[in-house]
């Protein structure tokens, strides 16, 4: 046995990833290289550790859960999730996060609270689209002005809750996919 790290996300479709991919390029045009300037545009939920069996590479306890999940997301539609500007998260005095921001409508609301519950999310979660994660406030500095101006709204639906894997706390190594679960009118993949 080993362990690997499970992390449980949304992928935006093509289109609005590529429109997320302008504002990364922009912000690595004006402070290089920073954490999340490659990653693929996401709504991250949660990240598991579980024991993978070494012959099999199934993971313990989690594909129980998935299958418990793609019952669940098989019969509950996706709601179209709205952009609508900026915003940032403080990490300290010494670190920001700028991401797009998340319209939390009624029915968007409702949807990410019935996911927090499968996932058993605390309430401290704040759904977003990461842009820059985790940069300086300098850099930060130089970047919002700019973020502050514009006027970006996009909106999209999502097909699949996508889970990815890599084996736990091995920096070096990015993840990868592990399995998709449908949402009510899709078909697996």
């Known amino acids: 046995m080993y362990q690997k790290e499970f992390l449980h996300l949304l ?17 690595f045009k004006h402070i290089g290289k920073y954490l ?5 545009a996401h709504i991250s939920f949660a990240k598991f550790i579980d024991d993978v069996d070494e012959q099999t590479g199934v993971p313990k306890l989690l594909d129980s859960y998935h299958e418990i999940y793609q019952q669940i997301f ?10 609508q500007g900026f915003g940032y998260f403080e990490h300290g005095p010494n ?5 797009a921001a ?11 609270d019935f ?4 996932f058993s999310i605390g309430n401290d979660f704040n759904p977003h689209v990461t842009i820059a994660r ?6 930060f ?3 919002w002005p700019f973020f502050e101006r514009i006027q970006f709204e996009d909106s999209f639906q999502i097909d699949f809750l996508t889970v990815l894997a890599k084996k736990a706390n091995d920096k070096e190594l990015n993840y990868q996919l592990y399995k998709q679960i449908p949402f009510a009118g899709q078909y697996s993949a």
């Open 11 to 27: 992928s935006l479709p093509l289109a609005s990833n590529k429109k997320i991919q302008l504002f990364k390029r922009s912000c």
């Open 36 to 40: 999340s300037m490659n990653a693929r």
């Open 74 to 83: 098989l019969r509950v539609p996706p709601p179209v999730i709205k952009l």
């Open 95 to 99: 670190y920001r996060t700028i991401y």
């Open 102 to 112: 998340i319209v939390m409508d009624e029915k968007t609301t409702t949807w990410f």
């Open 115 to 118: 996911v927090k519950q499968i």
């Open 134 to 139: 985790r940069i300086s406030t300098a850099d």
């Open 141 to 143: 500095n130089k970047l």
